[in-house]
């Protein structure tokens, strides 16, 4: 019994270790290439962050699903619904905030695509991703390289704030566009007379998102 359980301890920290090493490559690249696209082209880079890395970081985030999934069967000691709608500290990402950002706000309105916001948020990602998975990859080895917790816990508390006002600027910006286009809005019998815009969604979500982000820092903090 004792040496089944170590082989799918085993199993499980290599799982882990592969796929924070994957989500670490994806992350790594985004910087990098955002990074070299500042250098090279100078403020261009800031309308052109989609169209470089967009397909790379709808790998990320699909593959971020399985981080619920890995708290499901208690592969992380992370209960499933924070998993999925708020940020962890050292745990796990925004996954269906960042997916409704990604998949949603840009990946659905080409009017979001060229904006400077979206090279704003997928550097803040990439960049507390990169610390994030590092992190974790020693974590999940047994391993603990104590200048890295304290740069990862620094780069949290400068740059968690940043995203989330990135975050929020991009979903401003889409509400107008939403509503014009009335993209995802749920039409009611004429009798109503109206019908459910999606942007009201979204004004949902944004406050929801505030409110738990504030809270999450104050817990940080306490």
């Known amino acids: 019994m004792m040496e089944n359980r170590n ?21 790594t690249w985004t910087f990098s290439r955002l990074t070299a696209n500042l250098i090279l082209q ?19 985030q699909i593959l971020a699903v399985l981080e ?7 592969l992380i000691r992370t209960p499933v619904l924070p998993t999925m709608i ?6 796990t990402p925004l996954v269906m905030g960042r ?19 979206a090279f704003y948020i997928f550097y803040l ?3 507390m991703e990169v610390f994030r998975c590092l992190f974790q990859m020693l974590a999940v080895a047994g391993k603990e390289w104590r200048m890295l917790t304290l740069l990862w816990h620094a780069v949290w508390v ?10 929020a600027v991009a979903v401003l910006q889409a509400l107008p566009v939403f509503d014009e286009t009335r993209l995802f809005s749920v039409p009611l019998p004429e009798t109503v007379g109206f019908s459910i815009s999606f942007s009201f969604s979204l004004r949902l979500y944004l406050l929801l998102m505030l409110f738990g982000k504030i809270k999450k820092i104050h817990s940080r903090h306490a």
């Open 158 to 167: 400068l740059l968690y704030p940043l995203t989330t006002v990135a975050e």
């Open 68 to 74: 619920v999934v890995n708290a499901a069967l208690c």
């Open 7 to 27: 082989v799918l301890d085993a199993v499980r920290r290599c799982y882990l270790f592969l796929y924070y090493l994957l989500q670490l490559l994806g992350f």
């Open 86 to 91: 708020q940020a962890r500290l050292t745990r």
């Open 99 to 117: 997916n409704l950002i990604l998949f949603v706000v840009f990946g659905s309105l080409t009017e979001m695509q060229g904006r400077s916001v």
């Open 42 to 60: 100078g403020q261009g880079a800031l309308y052109t962050a989609f169209s470089s890395c967009a397909a790379v970081l709808y790998s990320c």
């Open 125 to 127: 990602w990439s960049s």
